[in-house]
């Protein structure tokens, strides 16, 4: 079983997936960059019991700031501030809708910033920051929720309508645990898809004393599996590895090939770059910008930079470009003109416009993960403190 990551996804490429789907792709926000026309539907209409729903989808606006270029070739992004305010307009009084809906994927805090500016949406499902809201958040009177990730929840709002107006509201955020049964068809499905692959994900390839997680912002036990075998596998002098959020936590005790396809996106290869101190200072205080800006539209929505090799003092509080109190490589301050050997994996650990000498290695990250666990099983990796806020 061997995965690659792979670039040639896009606008285009989901305009043909799209038109697989039994439902509709939507996007106020999402435009092509000659015609400045929508790349997708913004609203659909639905009518239900008597009725009529506006939808309106909003994409998430970072894909052309941290995804590979050719993910938002040819179309640009916006934050849906200009755009909202019209197509409500349109929908309640040329539409004659009479409730708003609105799917975000730009994540709590920027959606949290948009309904406070604009008014007039009666319910927003949120995504991407994969928060876990338990009690709806009101903005604006609008009810908004967000119910996880993965399918790990399910969130339930049931709303009480009068003269076409939510006079009522009750929310649940179920956990889908083990005790829940499948749905047969669905079931059968999964079982299909895994039957080539069962036996190679099920091998067990180490074990761990401590659970591998990604439930913390400025560092994880998980990716310190990934970023030790990176560096262990280089030589190089640190590694990077993006701040995601996703992959399910491995329990103490075992771990199967699954388990580590499960950590990074499509299994990437490995690569080194030459950055200097500057460079490196530079980057991460962009991260932190993104990752603890007070403006919520500069924030990304993800966790801060993962790293190993490095350990960084910052403020957290501080204003952008000023966070960083001090930086250390091992044991010694960085040199802003030294060139540190870099290893990483995508481009969103390592920006494309940073450094010199970036080339590939021969190694992909599941690979390194699974020698290092060869050589060090049973692993006890623990935080290290790599970012500590002073």
Same mark, same amino acid.
Request: charged content about 20%; hydrophobic content about 45%; aromatic content about 4%.
């Given at each position: 079983m061997t995965a690659h990551w792979d670039f040639a996804y896009g606008p285009k490429r989901l305009l043909? =997936?799209? $038109?697989q789907l039994t439902y509709p792709i939507l996007g106020i926000n999402v435009f092509h960059k000659n015609a400045s026309t929508n790349v997708f539907p913004p609203y659909q209409i639905l009518e239900r019991a008597g009725?009529?729903?506006g939808i309106i989808g909003i994409a998430s606006n970072i894909v052309a700031k941290t995804m590979p270029l050719s993910f938002s070739k040819g179309v640009y992004f916006t934050t849906g501030l200009q755009e909202l305010p019209g197509m409500i307009s349109?929908?309640?009084h040329t539409e004659n809708v009479d409730l708003v809906f609105l799917l975000s994927h730009l994540g709590i805090p920027q959606t949290h910033k =948009?309904?406070?500016e604009v008014p007039g949406i009666d319910v927003c499902l949120c995504a991407h920051t994969h928060d876990r809201i338990r009690h709806p958040l009101l903005v604006n009177d609008t009810i908004m929720i967000e119910s996880g990730s993965h399918g790990a929840f399910l969130g339930e709002l049931l709303l009480t309508i009068n003269n076409g107006r939510i006079v009522a509201y009750e929310h649940t955020l179920t956990e889908v645990s083990e005790s829940i049964a499948p749905h047969p068809v669905m079931q059968s499905l999964v079982e299909q898809a895994l039957d080539p692959f069962r036996s190679k994900l099920a091998e067990v390839v180490g $074990?761990? =004393?401590?659970?591998l997680d990604r439930s913390t912002c400025l560092e994880a036990t998980m990716d310190n599996l990934l970023l030790q075998s990176m560096l262990e596998t280089t030589g190089a002098d640190m590694a990077f590895s993006n701040g995601w959020r996703y992959g399910a936590p491995i329990a103490p005790g075992p771990i199967t090939m699954g388990q580590l396809y499960n950590i990074t996106p499509m299994d990437p290869v490995i690569s080194l770059v030459e950055l200097t101190g500057t460079e490196i200072w530079q980057m991460l205080e962009d991260n932190l910008e993104k990752t603890f800006s007070i403006d919520a539209y500069q924030q990304v929505g993800g966790y801060v930079k993962r790293t190993?090799? =490095?350990?960084v003092y910052f403020k957290m509080e501080n204003p952008k470009g000023a966070r960083i109190q001090s930086l250390f490589v091992g044991a010694e301050p960085?040199?802003?003109y030294h060139s540190y050997t870099t290893a990483f994996v995508t481009e969103q650990a390592v920006p494309q416009c940073l450094g010199t000498n970036r080339r590939d290695t021969d190694t992909h990250a599941v690979d390194a993960m699974r020698a290092y666990l060869h050589r060090h099983s049973p692993i006890n990796l623990s935080?290290?403190?790599t970012f500590i806020s002073v």
């Open positions: 043909e =997936l799209g $038109q009725l009529r729903i349109y929908l309640m =948009l309904l406070s $074990q761990t =004393l401590h659970a190993a090799g =490095l350990r960085i040199d802003p935080l290290e403190g």
